[in-house]
């Protein structure tokens, strides 16, 4: 299964979900399908439309993980990412690391 992020409903997200981070992609002999793997971290990004007085950006995550012998079952992770709003544009504090992104406000 690959990764799929889930946004709350609310969020108005401008396209896809893009992956910045350089993947490794295989194709397992075993599973026979194409495997993607990142090195010490993964990032993604996603526009989207704030809305007035929104203080953050909520849904969750679904991956899975697998070695050379069996995958472990789908597992979801909830995030939440508060936003911070400085003039024209809106910081958004990575909510499994220190990085900061920054979304351009139109």
Not at 15 to 25: D, L, M
Not at 47 to 63: A, M, V
Not at 85 to 95: A, G, P, T
């Amino acid at each position: 299964i690959p990764l799929l992020f889930t946004y709350d409903k609310t969020v108005q997200l401008v396209g896809e979900t893009k992956e910045e981070s350089e993947a490794i992609k295989k194709m397992s002999p075993l599973f026979e399908v194409e495997v993607v793997k990142f090195k010490k971290e993964a990032v993604f990004t996603q526009k989207f439309i704030p809305k007035k007085g929104q203080e953050s950006i909520s849904g969750y995550l679904t991956f899975m993980c697998c070695d050379s012998k069996r995958c472990l079952p789908p597992n979801d992770v909830d995030f939440e990412v508060a936003l911070y709003f400085n003039k024209s544009r809106i910081q958004i504090r990575n909510w499994t690391s220190a990085h900061i992104l920054n979304y351009e406000s139109k």
